[in-house]
């Protein structure tokens, strides 16, 4: 059983930067695969982005390639996802995510532990 509590979200212009953090608690944090999802208003939740255990492994989905960095901190039981070239439509409520069932993936059922979320609103 893992606890996880996403912080960072906020109000930032198009074209600024920021840094989600996800905090988790319980044992063995680096044996779980981490996700970021997001939701916007009235549309599905998406995959953001995905990192296996020991960071190593890495996946982003094609929007966000090149200004989303998705990294973890083993030793401090923490993922994060660095945000930068902010677009209006990544406005959006970000969650983190956890699975030990499988490898990093970006599909949102095969994580069973998930974040409450965090907002992040981009101003055009």
């Known amino acids: 059983q893992v606890h996880l509590v996403e912080s960072g979200g906020g109000l930032v212009q198009a074209g600024g930067s920021l840094r989600l953090s996800c905090a988790a608690s319980g044992r063995s944090f680096n044996s779980y695969a981490m996700g970021w999802f997001r939701q916007a208003p009235g549309k599905e939740r998406e995959f953001v982005a995905a990192i296996g255990w020991t960071g190593a492994i890495t996946y982003y989905t094609d929007f966000v390639k090149g200004r989303f960095t998705i990294s973890r901190d083993n030793a401090k039981n923490t993922m994060y996802l660095q945000m930068n070239s902010l677009k209006p439509e990544d406005t959006a409520v970000y969650y983190c995510?956890?699975?030990?069932?499988?490898?990093?993936?970006?599909?949102?059922?095969?994580?069973?532990?998930w974040g409450q979320g965090t907002q992040v609103t981009v101003s055009s």
């Open positions: 995510a956890a699975t030990t069932g499988v490898g990093p993936s970006s599909r949102d059922y095969d994580y069973p532990y």
